[in-house]
């Protein structure tokens, strides 16, 4: 049903490298967000924003950035990844009020692990 | 602020019985949303049901169904002839009818036993 990507799916690295999860949608959805999860554990929200160039940060104070340019595309940057920084990053967009669609769409996550 | 409660962090229930998950929530809002999420073990979460509060008919999707009890803040799901597939992590949310964020309980861990 979703129409919402995440890459990779999995990604181990070491620490003190930069990366980017990327997350896409198909769906052109205005809001979009990103969830950080530990395994069997509660969604935290770390970004979401409400459209292009608008982007604000969540409950959970994060080290990462994310950028809105395109409607489409929502991608987070850690500039510079830490062991603390292993988790389930989770992308979600939702369509806006007034479209009867009311509700999350998720992707498939991003399983980040920082040796 | 808007809370989710779960209350029950872990559940197990056999193959084919019934079983019943909780949820509260705390809102001084008249309008909104809740829904049940599903995230099995491969991760992706998806959407199990939604229930829209003006409308007081409880929402039913197959085997799926909740009890909606606005005045109590309670938002329970039911599933019905549970099956190994049921098996996975369970959040409740909610969502104010014009606003954009999404809260979300702990989760519930479900087990199916065989």
């Known amino acids: 049903e979703a129409d919402i990507y995440q890459t990779p799916r999995y990604l181990v690295i070491g620490t003190g490298k930069k990366i980017t999860l990327e997350c896409s949608q198909t769906m052109g959805h205005d809001k979009m967000y990103w969830y950080q999860q530990d395994p069997g554990m509660e969604l935290h929200l770390i970004h979401y924003?409400?459209?292009?160039?608008?982007?604000e940060k969540g409950d959970l104070s994060s080290e990462s950035t994310v950028s809105r340019i395109r409607t489409e595309h929502f991608p987070l940057t850690l500039e510079s990844a830490r062991p603390s920084h292993t988790s389930q990053y989770l992308c979600?967009?939702?369509?806006?009020?007034?479209?009867?669609?009311?509700?999350?769409?998720f992707g498939s996550g991003t399983q980040l692990s920082v040796l | 602020a808007q809370t989710v409660t779960q209350s029950q962090p872990e559940m197990s229930v056999q193959e084919a019985e019934t079983v019943t998950l909780s949820c509260t929530y705390d809102t001084s809002e008249n309008n909104y949303y809740l829904f049940w999420y599903k995230q099995p073990p491969s991760r992706q979460m998806i959407l199990v049901i939604r229930?829209?509060?003006?409308?007081?008919q409880n929402a039913t999707e197959n085997r799926f169904s909740v009890n909606f009890q606005k005045a109590a803040k309670s938002f329970s799901l039911k599933i019905s002839d549970s099956q190994l597939g049921d098996t996975a992590m369970y959040f409740c949310?909610?969502?104010?009818?014009?606003?954009?964020?999404?809260?979300f309980g702990t989760g519930t861990s479900l087990t199916v036993i065989p």
């Open positions: 229930q829209e509060a003006y409308k007081q």
């Open positions: 949310a909610f969502m104010k009818h014009e606003d954009n964020q999404f809260y």
């Open positions: 924003s409400y459209g292009v160039n608008s982007t």
């Open positions: 979600a967009s939702s369509a806006p009020p007034g479209t009867g669609a009311r509700k999350l769409f």
